[in-house]
């Protein structure tokens, strides 16, 4: 009897297909709009959580723990002060320091962050657990003017290797402010990462400063284009400052110790941030913008429910003969409450799993584009329990939803007649 219930509620459905579409799509979009919201917030989470390992330590001005891993790692804002070199060698050389890198900010090329740096970059960088950097095609910088750059630079600007690139002073993308006079050259391309890597420009250090030479009051002196190439090569280009330093230990164990060093050193103005612990800082900042886009999203489902139960409502007054007639044939008021119920059921059940499908999708083709535009890997919004667990959810309620008019019509008897009064 159960298989003929649902059989009957599946064709009485489609009897009223048009009323029934909109109440399954009403239910897929409420869906799939929390299952993005849950789904891309983990994938976030995650992504960001992969973006560098095997660092133990980020130095850089004194500021707020949060700010400098988002400048230093993911290329967001601008730092609000740097650090001297004297103090990049005092980190340098102390003792239980195994490597440093350091990194200088400020410069761009058409949209995409230019990042100063020495080669220990590409040795000592991690990302995704442990992944190294590869070259897709040729080598790390070796000449002063020589730029190595990231998957997405190369895809969208359509670099390759001996491509030539001017910069532009600053963080515009069509700035007037470029340093023409000092062209950079592409020796090699880095593989995608699906970190802000593949959107960055790296050259050396002392490209930095050797761009910078005639600008040294934040603005081009007009006898900067009279320094020949040559002469700046002859120059002493050890930068004065850097942005932050990425720092690994010879003892992990002594990452406290280290980081109290750095923020007390007297010399000038430092800190230094634990990259896992200021992501969790980053969390907590966005958490309750979190739970309240996750809120809203829960409310949306809860409507995308009520309207299975506004549908079936509607349409119980105008099925008042069909429910006689499946009486008079020998139905019972059991039989016409599972009716009701199974086609409640049925609604939940297709816009959930339309709902999913149309999440996953949505972030197939989302992922891509937030990974080269902003640097964000998207990971574990693949199919999973979660699903499951929504589909059965918003089925189990739906089912709830359908109590209500089923136990109306259950409680309907014969005497309605085969006529429907008016």
Request: proline fraction near 3%; glycine fraction near 10%.
């Amino acid at each position: 009897m159960n298989a003929s219930i649902l059989g009957l509620a599946w064709r009485s459905l489609m009897n009223r297909k048009g009323s029934a579409l909109l109440t399954i799509l009403a239910v897929a979009l409420s869906v799939a709009l929390f299952l993005g919201v849950e789904k891309a917030r983990q994938g976030a989470r995650e992504g960001f959580a992969t973006t560098i390992s095997g660092t133990h330590l980020i130095a850089g001005a004194r500021t707020g723990q949060v700010n400098l891993l988002l400048y230093s790692v993911f290329r967001l804002g601008d730092a609000t002060a740097e650090i001297s070199w004297p103090a990049y060698e005092w980190l340098e050389n102390r003792e239980d320091v195994a490597w440093t890198v350091p990194i200088s900010l400020g410069d761009s090329h058409r949209g995409f962050r230019v990042l100063g740096t020495t080669p220990a970059y590409f040795e000592h960088y991690k990302y995704a657990g442990g992944d190294s950097l590869e070259f897709a095609v040729g080598s790390e910088f070796d000449d002063l003017f020589d730029a190595v750059i990231g998957a997405e630079v190369a895809s969208e600007l359509g670099y390759e290797l001996g491509s030539e690139m001017v910069l532009t002073h600053g963080l515009g993308r069509a700035g007037l402010q470029t340093h023409e006079n000092r062209p950079f050259r592409v020796v090699g391309v880095l593989d995608r990462t699906g970190t802000p890597v593949d959107r960055t420009i790296h050259v050396s250090l002392e490209a930095i400063t050797a761009i910078h030479v005639g600008w040294e009051t934040g603005t081009k002196n007009p006898m900067a284009d009279s320094i020949s190439e040559e002469m700046v090569r002859g120059f002493d280009l050890t930068p004065r400052t850097v942005t932050a330093v990425f720092i690994g230990l010879k003892q992990p164990g002594r990452i406290l110790s280290v980081k109290r060093s750095i923020d007390t050193y007297r010399g000038e103005p430092m800190m230094a941030v634990l990259p896992g612990v200021a992501l969790s800082q980053l969390w907590e900042v966005s958490s309750v913008a979190e739970r309240a886009l996750l809120g809203v999203s829960l409310f949306v489902v809860a409507v995308g429910l009520v309207s299975i139960l506004t549908s079936i409502l509607t349409s119980l007054n105008a099925r008042r003969r069909e429910m006689s007639i499946l009486r008079a044939v020998g139905a019972r008021p059991a039989h016409i409450f599972f009716l009701l119920v199974a086609e409640a059921a049925l609604l939940g059940l297709i816009g959930a799993l339309a709902g999913v499908l149309l999440v996953h999708v949505l972030l197939f083709a989302a992922g891509p584009v937030l990974a080269a535009r902003y640097g964000i890997n998207l990971i574990g919004t693949g199919p999973g329990l979660m699903d499951v667990y929504t589909v059965l959810a918003v089925t189990g309620a739906a089912l709830m939803m359908g109590g209500i008019p089923a136990w109306l019509a259950f409680r309907r008897s014969l005497a309605d007649g085969l006529t429907v009064k008016l």
